[in-house]
């Protein structure tokens, strides 16, 4: 990555520089309560290595990049997502697994599971399956990576532009006083 | 025991109406009238029923009725009894057994929450999985889950903008 003028490595070039090594090195912290959690171990481990693009589990939101959303969630658990993904350093990414962070899957008719993350958190990438098998969750990371490089996967810019839309949806969720039927 | 003598003893030493069911040789149902299941579960504590494994419901909507069943467990007979019981749908209420076995307190929170069915005698029937609910019981029936679901966290459409 080559830049071509002082005005362009001033604006974004530094920011350009960045976002190289961050794709190189993402820590991710795994939010296991869905199906979709089993696919991991697998992609962590030595038959799909992960480690190879630079990534491994963290611990502590603090120190992760990625929340990764296994799967399934209540509305219970939606509200310790919120909480987890407050708690995460920026720059921070969301990526969904499976149908039902999208639609919400086989739980489509579920009265405690949500049918749609991406009203309550930006995510940034979802990766389709029921569940995705472990080459379908690395072909998601090297899309996220590509797009951190680019610069285009700016979920959490996003998440503080929109705050109010966001955090209007989850209340509505989370704080409701009154019947829904 | 075999299961033969215990049917046998429980038929000759219980002598309020009931009605005994053989599923298979390790479970048997025994139904009986609301205000005698107390009676009955304390019986069976003291013929060394000593786990009550769940205390469960079913909706039955057609008959307007609610289904109470409570699965004791012995680990010296190796049986497994369902006490079952039935109550009125509008004004579901039953005693706690929660004297007879501490556990019982959780089991009909839950049951409390979820069909709304009260028992008499237990004081702490606060809410214990639902995330602020407001609606129906949502095991009920009646409870339309697919139009809850679609209101509440809307419907998924096709080229509908995010
Ligand atoms: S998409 Fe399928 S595998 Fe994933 S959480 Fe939903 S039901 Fe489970």
Redesign the interface.
Known sequence: MILSSTKELKDKGFEQILDFFRKKSLWMLHYCTGCGAVELPPTMTSRWDMERFGMGPMATPRQADLLLITGYL???SL?RVIYTYEQMQEPKWVIAFGSCP???GIY?????????L??YLPVDLSIEGCMPRPEAIIDGFTKLMKAIEKGEAVGYKKYKENYEWYKKNQRE????????? | MEQKELIEHIEKNFKYKKEIKVIDGKQFTITVEKDKVLNLLSFLKLIDFKQLALITAVDWIDEKKFEIVYILFSYSHIQQILVKTFVDRDNPQVETVKNLWDVASMYERDVHEFFGIDFIGNDDLRPL????W???P?LRKD???????N??????KKDEE?
């Open positions: 209540s509305v219970k509200k999208i639609n919400g489509y008719d579920s009265y405690s599971v949500i049918n749609r991406a009203l969720v989370l704080e409701r006083t009154t019947p829904v039927l | 999985i639902l995330h602020n407001k609606d129906l949502p409870f339309d889950s697919l139009k809850y679901s209101k509440m966290f809307g419907k998924f995010i």
